[in-house]
Nanobody, 120 residues
Framework: QVQLVESGGGLVQAGGSLRLSCAAS????????MAWYRQAPGKQRELVAR???????YYADSVKGRSTISRDNAKNTVYLQMNNLKPDDTAVYYC??????????????WGQGTQVTVSS
């Protein structure tokens, strides 16, 4: 059974920084893309950043230049470093990892979500 555990959210003032982490555990054969999504109250969940197994990255325009996604393949962990945070960044952040467990096809797994609140 695969589990994703997120950490690193919290309350921060505008201009501050946070680092989110998401670790996958269980019987994992391979990991493909790893990503972070967020969902603000009353809004749809949106893709924030993604990193593929090749190392190529994608960032939403809203966070480009302020955030860095990275991965540690040895630890099955993805990180999101967010700097110069703004109140508009307030949301629940979810990690998403596409992986293949032993004996089953590749599919997406989601973390439990971590709250990020940015005060003005």
């Amino acid at each position: 059974q695969v589990q994703l555990v997120e950490s690193g959210g919290g309350l921060v003032q505008a201009g501050g920084s946070l680092r989110l982490s998401c670790a996958a555990s269980g019987s994992i054969v391979s990991i493909n893309a790893m990503a972070w999504y967020r969902q603000a109250p009353g809004k749809q969940r949106e893709l924030v950043a993604r990193i593929r197994s090749s190392g190529s990255t994608y960032y939403a325009d809203s966070v480009k230049g302020r955030s860095t996604i990275s991965r540690d393949n040895a630890k099955n962990t993805v990180y999101l470093q967010m700097n110069n945070l703004k109140p508009d960044d307030t949301a629940v952040y979810y990690c998403n990892i596409r992986l293949r467990p032993w004996g089953t096809p590749e599919r997406d797994y989601w973390g439990q979500g971590t709250q990020v609140t940015v005060s003005s």
